[in-house]
């Protein structure tokens, strides 16, 4: 009897491992993605198929609306064990994930496998590196996005509209190149008589989606600093600045172009404003851009173009040119017991051929070898935009702070707005309680 058994299992061993070595015995291994319910992630999952097809390894996703994303992934990470193996988190969260020792450091991979040369710097540092400037990489390009200008096509091309501008303001009405030139036109436009305003720009006192997204572009443009650098991070005589002071002043100057009740403006407020002909601008994130052009929910669907956030100069003249960038990385759950295939899956995602796929379904892709090539620029209406903004995007802070941070200048600027406080008054508290945070938190 022994002797039986004993045959009986060697025989079972032999099977099981020639099993193995001719792959009958692998293990059925289904990476789960989270993301933002919205167009691409679901976009995303469809070109997944070609990764499974490939690899064998099937791809599923688990999608949260906005507003629950953010919390539903870091409750996960707090337990230390995940329901997702891959993950895209907003570009500002990095810094919170990283220190919470949530995500794989893939820097050696990363300096193996991926051609930084694809991508611009500032796009790498926000969506992978952390700390700024650490070469520590903990994610790579997901989506790219960023803020640009809609505006009504059919108003800008009146001829009587292009003869009445030039009499008043001494130049040619068309896209404008500086945000001063952003103020005359919405001012030009503002007529509520006739239910017409000049802007709707985000407003809404929020850390997120809200006022800060699109302040932050003037702001830089007009030569303002959120600190010292990356190093010390002092505030006060820096964010709150002349070039700091006079950038908030414009902003809120620009608030009297909007419609009524626009203090609260976010996402969904801009984009209705446009789809209604409320306004003759608005400012939004690129990837919600489809919303404009949809003829079952917008009236101007076929009247709407886009233009690259503009210019402005500092103080002393110089001139800079700043784009807010937004998006998400692509990265890896530090506890995910998949990791080898999850970097199978960022290096098929990171192929030029994937890109290409991306780009042509509509959406927006940071690689190079995709962005720089004419046939780009067919694919969509805002891709010329697109590759304008590129060497010109710039992202917040990235650290922990951020929500408090955003949170207070987004309150402070929409007081200023509604002329509580003054602009220079907004930016002095800001400074303060920005070194308040930071002093309290340990940076210095």
């Not at 690899?55 to 599923?60: A, E, L």
Request: contains cysteine; proline residues 5%; aromatic residues 14%.
């Amino acid at each position: 009897m022994k002797a039986k058994g004993f045959k009986l299992v060697s025989a079972g061993l032999l099977m099981l491992v020639a099993l193995t070595l001719f792959g009958y015995a692998k293990e059925d291994v289904t990476l789960t993605i989270m993301w933002a319910d919205w167009e691409p992630a679901h976009l995303l999952l469809k070109l997944a198929k070609d990764f499974t097809k490939e690899t064998g390894i099937k791809v599923r996703g688990n999608f949260v609306p906005w507003p629950q994303y953010h919390d539903k992934m870091f409750t996960e990470f707090a337990s230390h064990r995940t329901s997702f193996d891959l993950c895209l988190p907003d570009s500002q969260w990095i810094g919170e994930a990283v220190e919470g020792g949530h995500l794989l450091d893939l820097t050696d991979w990363i300096k193996e496998r991926v051609d930084l040369n694809n991508y611009p710097d500032m796009v790498m540092r926000s969506y992978g590196e952390y700390p700024d400037g650490s070469g520590r990489y903990y994610g790579v390009p997901g989506l790219l996005d960023f803020v640009l200008f809609a505006y009504r096509k059919d108003l800008f091309d009146d001829p009587k509209e292009k003869a009445a501008f030039k009499e008043k303001y001494g130049y040619e009405l068309g896209v404008p190149e500086t945000w001063e030139q952003i103020r005359d036109i919405a001012e030009f436009f503002t007529r509520p008589d006739k239910n017409l305003y000049g802007i709707a720009l985000w407003q809404a006192p929020l850390a997120t989606a809200g006022l800060v997204d699109e302040f932050l572009g003037l702001f830089w443009s007009k030569g303002g600093r959120l600190w010292s650098g990356r190093e010390k991070k002092k505030v006060v005589g820096y964010l709150n600045d002349e070039a700091g002071s006079e950038a908030a002043k414009l902003w809120a100057e620009l608030y009297k172009y909007h419609p009524k009740g626009a203090a609260n403006y976010s996402v969904s407020e801009a984009l209705t404003a446009m789809q209604q002909g409320l306004v003759a601008m608005i400012a939004t994130y690129a990837a919600f851009y489809p919303a404009l052009l949809d003829p079952e929910k917008s009236l101007y669907h076929d009247k709407i173009g886009f233009f690259t956030s503009p210019a402005g100069t500092d103080p002393s003249g110089k001139k800079h040119h700043y784009v807010q960038l937004g998006g998400q990385g692509m990265s890896i759950s530090a506890y995910t017991p998949y990791k080898e295939e999850c970097k199978k899956f960022l290096e098929w995602w990171l192929r030029e051929e994937t890109q290409w796929k991306f780009a042509e379904a509509g959406q927006i892709t940071p690689d190079k070898r995709v962005v720089e090539n004419d046939r780009f620029l067919k694919l969509a209406p805002i891709n010329k935009v697109v590759r304008e903004s590129l060497p010109l995007l710039r992202d917040f802070w990235e650290i922990p702070e951020y929500n408090e941070m955003a949170e207070y200048m987004s309150r402070k600027l929409n007081q200023a707005c509604l002329g509580q406080i003054t602009p220079k008054e907004a930016m002095d508290d800001i400074a303060k309680k920005h070194e308040e945070i930071l002093r309290a938190r340990g940076y210095y």
